[in-house]
């Protein structure tokens, strides 16, 4: 079956440590991005990507890398700079020629 | 940018009744709007969308109408049954469509 995995579901880290999370998706999708999800909040756009060695900052980069070496993967990195990283994080991707958005089943980051 | 409001934040409704979300949009070139359904401790999955050329669309018990001269979309659910409880996102894309702003979301619960 076709999907976006998104690994690990819990991650706890301590303050002050980079994490990595993992986006891979096998439907031939071009477009690939990261939101974060507060409680009570809508989901905000960290950073997106339309093709590979491509990306862009969203509404709420600061704190956050990514990279597109490969059309599958976009993995996000939560670096020690991103002030409060405790959240719910959900990677998309889309065919550039739909709208639609197929979504993970979200990466809960919490940070002690 | 593009700035999408949704009300109310939380709907109670009883079995079988309908519920009405209503979300709002900024940017008049916005094109394109999708209704996800997220439940608890999963990705939100799309269950209905739209484009600025239609002004209403129905799915079985779902429906969204659109306004463009008032920049506010709705969403319609009719004989709502318990397992409709989630969270529903209404969102608006960018002209170029490459980049979806969602509102805060819309909690329903569905008493039986």
Redesign the interface.
């Known amino acids: 079956d076709g999907g ?1 995995t ?1 690994s690990p579901k819990y991650l706890f880290r301590k303050e002050g440590q980079n994490v990595t999370l993992s986006c891979e998706q096998n439907l031939n999708h071009d ?1 690939m ?1 990261w ?1 974060r999800q507060d409680p ?6 960290i950073y ?1 990507s ?1 093709i590979v060695n491509d990306f862009q900052k ?2 709420i980069a600061e704190g956050y890398s990514v990279s597109r070496e490969k059309k599958e993967s976009f993995p996000l990195t939560v670096t020690s700079a991103q002030k409060n990283p405790t959240a719910f994080y ?1 990677c ?1 991707s889309r065919r ?1 020629i739909d ?8 990466t809960r980051l919490t940070v002690v | 940018g593009e700035n999408v409001e949704q009300h109310p934040s939380t709907l109670s409704v009883q079995e079988g009744d309908s519920a009405v979300i209503k979300c709002t949009y900024s940017d008049s070139a916005s094109n394109y709007f999708p209704w996800y359904k997220q439940e608890l401790g999963k990705g939100p999955q799309l269950i209905i969308d739209i484009r600025s050329n239609v002004g209403e669309k129905k799915d079985q018990r779902i429906a969204v109408t659109l306004n463009k001269t008032a920049k506010h979309f709705s969403l319609h659910i009719t004989e709502t049954q318990p397992e409709d409880s989630a969270v529903y996102f209404c969102a608006a894309s960018n002209a170029a469509g490459n980049k979806l702003t969602f509102g805060g979301g819309t909690r329903v619960l569905v008493k039986p």
């Open positions: 976006i998104q477009a991005y939101y009570g909040q809508g989901l905000r756009l997106y339309q969203g509404d959900l998309a550039v709208y639609g958005y197929t979504f993970g089943s979200g």
